[in-house]
């Protein structure tokens, strides 16, 4: 059996139809950037996020950096973030020429942990950046909190947690900005790039709204500089579609996780399951798991045909281009242990049952092999 990591053609298939429509309604319309396919989406994500405003623009990405910018973060300023995340979280923050400075994670969750948030804080730091990896959110009441009594910014990268939920409150909109990538392997991904910000914040939202036209306030008045970085009326239009499924999607997904934890609790002693902390509702964006012998479970579930990742393989400190905002050794102790720990196993809306098995029958095969070495 050949078991990908990605499924996005099952994904697609049953609405193949109302994809190419929309598409044509765009076409037939002329409204290619912007407008009110855009505007549409727009107003649905805020809805469904519980937030105000929606910007939409082209990347999580540029929905990171052009939060920081609408923050007026730049160089001489720091921001607070996690060395365990993808490289476009520290690269918007480095973009803005700002200083990135890196806590460490929980042990259980992966995630920031605010007991660190102290140690880290300087009288240049602007902001945090929390990233919800892999679909769970951070302790968000506990940032928001340390935030509120220091005047910092918080900046939600949202990326992998579409729909997720802390105390009910859905990811993106506890933070001054949320963001979000709707890169196609997201839990909501369009037909190539798009991103997005929410906020409550009307001003932060017209200054995002004119950061990603030129700087412009009206038509040809540009009262600031900005760059282009709009989204496209296709992306909106599909997104717009997909966003009324990711409820249902991101429940299939939970119940893909439910059945790894039955199915693996058994497993070798030296693999450990991904926990979710109490008061989060986890969409699974990556079903994430520990393994003390990790490179050689990777190769042994390759050969048996399921292809798995890493995230990510190394933390941002550890890249070549980042070296320099490495924190003093020893700080990031959680982290770097991860990195040679952590594998995703294939976690997507439309794994099969029997796809499923045989992946955990594997590990198991796995397990009793690696104990007899
Ligand atoms: C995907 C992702 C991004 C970047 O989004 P793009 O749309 O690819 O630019 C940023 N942060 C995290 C955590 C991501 O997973």
């Known amino acids: 059996m050949n078991v990908p990591y990605q499924n996005l053609e099952r994904l697609h298939q049953p609405d193949q139809a109302a994809f190419e429509a929309a598409i044509q309604r765009v076409i037939s319309s002329g409204d290619f ?16 996020c519980g937030s105000r405003h929606c910007i939409g623009v082209g990347s999580g990405t540029e929905a990171l950096w052009l939060a920081l910018l609408a923050c007026g973060i730049g160089p001489g300023d720091e921001v607070i973030t996690v060395a365990n ?44 950046i929390p990233v919800h990896l892999y679909g769970q959110m951070a302790r968000m009441e506990l940032i928001s909190a340390f935030a509120k009594a220091h005047q910092l910014r918080v900046i939600e990268d949202a990326s992998q947690a579409h729909g997720a939920t802390r ?48 700087g412009q306030s009206t038509k040809n008045q540009h009262h600031r500089f900005g760059w282009n970085c709009r ?21 299939l997904r939970h119940e893909v996780a439910l059945r790894y934890q039955e199915q693996l609790i058994p497993a070798h002693p030296t693999i450990e399951l991904p926990i979710t902390l109490a008061e989060n509702e986890h969409t699974y964006h990556a ?5 003390t012998n990790r490179d050689l479970l990777k190769s042994q579930l390759s050969e048996a045909g399921i292809q798995t990742l890493i995230h990510y393989p190394r933390a941002i400190h550890q890249q070549e281009a980042y070296r320099h905002f490495a924190p003093t050794a ?11 720990e952590i594998l995703s196993l294939p976690c997507h809306p439309h794994l099969t049952r029997d ?19």
């Open 355 to 373: 796809e499923q098995t045989y992946i955990t029958n594997t590990i198991h095969d796995a397990s009793i092999q690696q104990l007899a070495a």
């Open 85 to 128: 995340t993808y490289v476009a979280t520290v690269e918007a923050i480095v973009q803005t020429g700002a200083k990135p400075v890196f806590v460490d994670i929980e042990e259980d969750s992966h995630l920031l942990d605010a007991s660190k948030l102290r140690a880290a804080l300087s009288e240049r730091t602007k902001a945090i």
């Open 287 to 291: 079903f994430v798991l520990r393994s």
């Open 231 to 251: 989204m496209d009326s296709i992306q909106a239009a599909i997104l717009e579609l997909k966003l009324t499924q990711l409820d249902r999607w991101n429940s």
């Open 33 to 48: 950037t912007g407008g009110r396919f855009v505007q549409s989406f727009e107003d649905s994500f805020a809805n469904y």
């Open 330 to 340: 020893g700080t990031l102790p959680v982290t770097e242990q991860l990195v040679s």
């Open 167 to 214: 105390l009910s409150r859905k990811a993106g909109s506890w933070g001054d900005l949320g963001c979000f990538s709707f890169y196609p392997t997201k839990n909501l991904g369009a037909f190539g790039d798009a991103g997005a910000i929410v906020t409550n914040d009307l001003e932060l939202a017209d200054r995002l709204r004119s950061l990603r036209e030129h």
